[in-house]
């Protein structure tokens, strides 16, 4: 690819950048196609200073040579999300569809906002919107937008759910309101209710680790002021499905908003093998998934539902002077969450969904339950190790019998040092344990199963 010469062009302030655009390009074209460093590594702040030396000067340190720094010096200070024995936190498996069009997005530079000004690049987000509210069993009228995250799609959605509460309920409760939740939500639900100055009650899990129905119950009638119960459909540290039947049945008896977080899980809806684990979604109020996650798009991507967008749009929408021509009537996502300005980062997604067709999809998020089935089994039989509870999606916990926390430490370590697998040590039922997470379909679980032989 070369940048047409007769489009060079001289600025009048920033000169000709047609050398710098043609390096920018070709070292993303090449980062895509190219294998991942499963050695690269943060190192710390002095020692990127040493390397990098000064970037931001009077005079500037031209393209070439802040392109270089980064290629040498920042971007291998970096982790490979996308390395395929990357299995810590919940990595990342873009497409390369997806990365690529990335470029394009940022390049067409398009103010995804409003729908005047991003009609074309919203329409196309609301159509890969649709492909996630068909899987959830959702009506034609539902819908929403793309966020960063998870952590703002959750608070966008119980921000709507606190609001239209007040409207349905009236005023505040005396105490402030309350959001239910299970101590497996994650952790940005937590920040949510801090923001919205909700008081979070805790609601006890079963056996296996799932919000109930019948726990939810007994909780809502002690605690009337509870305006949102938040359900996990796959929790982050073991991948739980919560009974979201149940649970959508109880909150709606109580008149209370059901949020169902599956920024991690939500993917499973595209699987058959896992869809009835989701059974009841269909009466969720909102929704979130994070396709940066487990759906093949690169960073940051979430999509966040509602069954009822008026909802979100009575809360969100936001009037000013100079807003006041603005066309109310069409799709506009900063009406969704407490965005105005936004990129439109739902379209790598989408054009990913468009290039490989949703099939494919479904066989991608089928390919790392597989992988995840396949070590979980092995993992069951074998001598050394012992899978310390059954996989609902496609994180693995097992652990080591004998191992101290500072011998799993250490085996993290050195297989992260050598490069041949990412996987860290988490705490369950107040043991330490190891956890995989497998959302990369290039993943091989023989592979993983072999360099598992480490811990004997
Ligand atoms: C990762 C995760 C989040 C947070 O999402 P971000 O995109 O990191 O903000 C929220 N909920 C669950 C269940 C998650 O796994």
Aim: hydrophobic content about 45%.
């Amino acid at each position: 690819m070369t940048v047409d010469d007769a489009l060079a062009d001289s600025h009048p302030v920033w000169g000709d950048e047609s050398a710098v655009v043609q390096a920018a390009i070709n070292w993303a074209a090449q980062r895509v196609v190219r294998h991942t460093d499963p050695l690269s590594t943060a190192r710390s702040a002095s020692a990127l200073a040493a390397a990098a030396g000064p970037t931001v000067t009077p005079e500037g340190i031209g393209g070439e040579q802040a392109l270089r720094v980064f290629r040498e010096v920042l971007e291998p200070a970096t982790r490979s999300q996308d390395d395929p024995y990357n299995l810590a936190y919940i990595a990342a498996a873009p497409t390369r569809a997806a990365v690529a069009f990335d470029f394009v997005t940022s390049a067409a530079n398009i103010f995804g906002g409003l729908w005047e000004a991003g009609a074309g690049a919203i329409h196309a987000e609301n159509d890969a919107l649709a492909w996630i509210t068909r899987l959830l069993g959702w009506p034609v009228t539902s819908g929403g937008t793309f966020v960063s995250g998870g952590t703002s799609g959750n608070l966008s959605a119980l921000m709507t759910a606190r609001e239209t509460a007040r409207t349905r309920r009236g005023a505040r409760p005396a105490g402030g309101w309350k959001l239910a939740c299970a101590a497996t939500a994650h952790s940005s639900i937590a920040s949510a209710a801090k923001a919205l100055d909700v008081e979070v009650v805790s609601v006890p899990v079963d056996a296996r680790g799932h919000l109930t129905g019948a726990a939810l119950r007994a909780t809502l009638f002690g605690n009337p002021e509870v305006f949102a119960v938040v359900a996990s459909a796959g929790t982050t540290n073991e991948g739980v499905v919560d009974d979201l039947a149940d649970i959508a049945a109880v909150a709606h008896e109580f008149g209370a908003w059901m949020h169902v977080d599956g920024a991690y899980g939500g993917a499973g809806l595209a699987a058959p093998s896992v869809r009835h684990l989701f059974d009841g979604i269909e009466q969720a109020d909102s929704f979130i998934v994070d396709p940066h996650k487990w759906l093949f798009a690169p960073y940051d991507c979430c999509a966040l539902v509602y069954r009822e967008p008026e909802l979100a749009r009575s809360v969100h929408s936001q009037h000013a002077s100079y807003l006041d021509h603005v066309d109310r009537e069409s799709w506009n996502p900063s009406d969704m969450a407490l965005q105005l300005t936004r990129r439109a980062r739902g379209l790598p997604f989408w054009f990913s969904l468009a290039t490989h067709g949703t099939d494919r999809y479904r066989d991608a998020v089928e390919s790392s339950l597989t992988s995840s089935r396949i070590v979980a089994d092995a993992i069951r039989t074998s001598d050394h190790l012992r899978l310390v509870c059954e996989p609902e999606l496609s994180i693995v916990l097992f652990d080591r019998p004998g191992w101290s926390p500072a011998d799993y430490a250490q085996w993290s370590r050195q297989t992260a040092e050598q490069g041949t697998l990412f996987c860290i040590p988490t705490t369950w039922r107040n043991h330490t344990v190891l956890r995989l997470a497998f959302v990369n379909p290039a993943t091989d679980p023989a592979r993983v199963i072999e360099i598992l032989q480490s811990l004997r």
